[in-house]
Each structure stands twice: as C-alpha cells, then as structure tokens.
C-alpha cells in the first residue's frame, strides 16, 4: 500500500467530541480496568466524524491542527493526512515518512488520571499504548519516523519509554516554529531524540486550517500567574489578537 506521506494523528481517547461536553474528556482519565471499554467508547468519547474509506478524521484537535497549519507552509496539502487512531492501516503505508502523534496525558501520569485511576490503567494510557502497538507493527513494515509532541510529551521522554512505545522524537513546548524544518529533518531520518522548544513570536504560530474538536479555538497561552510547580507556567502568556480568532 501507498499510504500519506505525513500522518498525524492521537489515540483514540483525544479523538473524540466527547458528545460536545469537554467534561467528558476527565471520564477519559478513569480506570479503563474497572469500566467496560464500550462504556468509554460510545457513551463519553464516541469517534471523531471519520472518512471510513480512507480513515481520513474530519475534525481534529486544536494542536494537531496548529501543526498541520505549520507544515502547510512546506508541505502540498495531499501530503499531510488527519487519521484515525483506529484506521491507521488504511493511510500508513511505503510511502510514509513521518507520523505526528499529539498526546495530552499518554502514561496515565497527570494529576487527574492518578486522582481517578489510582495505580489501575486508565482508558487514556491504555489507548495510547494500543495506538503504539499498531504503530510499531507498521514500523516493521514500512520505514518512517514516529514523532510525539503536545502537553504529555514530558511522560515519555526517557530512552526506555520511547523505545517501548516505537518512538524516535519526543518535542516537549511549542512546536509551531521547528515543526515545518523538524518534519522535513526526520524525512532525512537526521532528527535529535529530545527537543525542548518555545515560540518567539506570537506572530510565528500558524492558523489553523480546517475543524477542530468541538470548534474548539486557542485564545491564549500560558497563563502568567507564575505558579512554580505549573507547566502552563513554562511558556510565556501569550494572547492571540481578536482578528486571529
Ligand atoms: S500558573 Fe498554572 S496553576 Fe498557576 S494559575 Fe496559571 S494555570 Fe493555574
């Protein structure tokens, strides 16, 4: 099979409208080993709207969009694909070269999950780690690059839990500025393992270019208030001008 040349996608419980309630997504964080996986999979997070020929999603997370928007400045539109965690075989293939996986909470390790899923798996991680296994059967098939990035980055970024989950880049801040030369890099297989990285200028972050969850749109960054233990703290506040929104 051909497959898209760049495939971004994230597991299935972050691909999901979760029925137009955001609050949803914390059910996400409960223990899958208690609850029978239909109760999550149709009741909180039903699918994202999907293409089922081609497994192309039609609405996606804000940051998978914000990275499609920055390699849009690169890449042809036919080259960067929107998939389903689900139907990854249908759009991986010899001609992949790169996929893109955003992860909010990938190891079950934020304060949320361990709050509602202690020392059990939560549905999140456990979509996440059969997302991998999927994607490490392809990886023997076919030779491209596995490239992670989003608020959870952080969990994976050790030699053994990359290697565990077939990952060869973990990208912790904001990709919107190195994504485009990052992606082009590891089209080369010449890519670090660990990348920190934040954006200058507000000026720099891509517009999105097409639906995203819920119509979800990003107004701001960081936050400002400067609390020590935040990761939000981490990036410098940043408001996006009305015009953008
Ligand atoms: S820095 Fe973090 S914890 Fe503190 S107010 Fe902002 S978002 Fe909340």
Known sequence: MAGKKIVLTADRSLMTN?????????????PYELVPEWVFDKVFCPPVETDPNTGEAKVAQCGLRRVEGALLRGY??????????????????????????????????????????????????MKFKRMCAKI???????????????????????????????IDTVVIGEADEVALDLFQDAEKGDIPPLLHTFVRS?????????????????????????????????????DFPLERL
């Open 18 to 30: 979760y029925r137009g309630n955001f609050l949803y997504g914390f059910i996400a964080c409960g």
């Open 76 to 125: 042809k539109r036919e080259d960067i694909f929107i998939a389903n965690p689900d139907m990854l075989e249908k759009c991986i293939g010899e001609d992949t070269k790169v996929v893109g996986i955003n992860v909010m909470d990938p190891l079950g390790m934020a304060p949320v999950t361990t709050t509602m899923s202690p020392e059990k798996l939560s549905y999140i991680a």
């Open 136 to 166: 490490i059967q392809l990886k023997k098939q076919y030779n491209f690059k596995v490239l992670v990035g989003g608020n959870g980055a952080w969990e994976l970024a050790k030699p053994d839990r990359m290697r565990i989950h077939g």
């Open 202 to 238: 507000i000026d720099n972050i891509p517009e999105i270019q097409g639906p995203t969850v819920n119509s979800l749109i990003e107004a701001m960054r960081g936050c400002g208030r400067g609390c020590d233990f935040c990761d939000v703290n981490k990036r410098s506040k940043k």
